[in-house]
């Protein structure tokens, strides 16, 4: 283990896609610094799909993924971050750039999952919908903010954005019938154009930007909020969390990757063409 290994940051990486990619790139040879709310394991709280009642107890911590990180043999930098908290966005990237000097690969997986995002149109609290936004969107680009200058002046790295296919499709019914909430939806259609955004201004100095759909993955969280057979029912198909960082394994290491800059890469399709999970 030497300090010149190259450097990822993934957040949203307790459980799920993240702690799924954030041991893939360390197995493929990164360092990893990743975030999360839960520090340690048994704290983990997410809220409900639908309304406002209790929160749902859930697997995984900081202090989990690091322990698994290590025994990669890579270094692990666990940093709590909150993404509806702007300061803490912020905070995190210094902390990581103040830690290891650089993020090679910068991976946006977290999500804000506030109580009484995927109510119904009449439903749906204006206030909600605007703390989403906040997290989903803005804080999004106040992570990009901090860490794109030291990509810059790295010499290049590539940022790949976890979007959804929700972004640009019509629910295929109400919340809670296979359809999802707007708030979210609309939140991530704003969040999948920040990586065109800087394709247009940094692509010649050396940071590639993609849009990584992941598919319809059951994680832990997901699993535990329920309300996914209708879903299922409207012939969505389940990708294993393997899949989406194996992709970004992929789109981090391979120059082929840039064919697929300027559009929504769908990571089945991906995975499969490539053979990336045999």
Known sequence: MTATRPVALVTGASRGIGRRTALALAAAGHDVAFTARTVDEGEGRIPPRHGTGDAIPVPGSL???????????????PVRMDLLDRESVRAAAHTVLDAWGRVDVLVNNAVAHVAGTHERFLDLDV???????????????????????????????????LCSGSAAGDPPGPPGEGGWGVAYSASKAAFGRLAGAINAEYLHRGVRAFNLDPGFVITDAGAARGGLDSLKEEGFEATPEEAPAAAVVWLAANPEAERFLGRVIWTPKLVEDLGLLR
Do not use: D, H, K
């Open 127 to 161: 206030g909600v919908a605007e703390q989403v936004v906040a997290g989903n969107y803005l804080n999004q680009i106040v992570l990009l903010q901090a860490v794109l200058p030291a990509m810059l002046g790295q010499g290049g790295g590539t940022i790949v954005n």
């Open 63 to 77: 202090a989990r993924t690091a322990a698994e990180l290590e025994a990669l043999g890579a270094r692990a930098l």
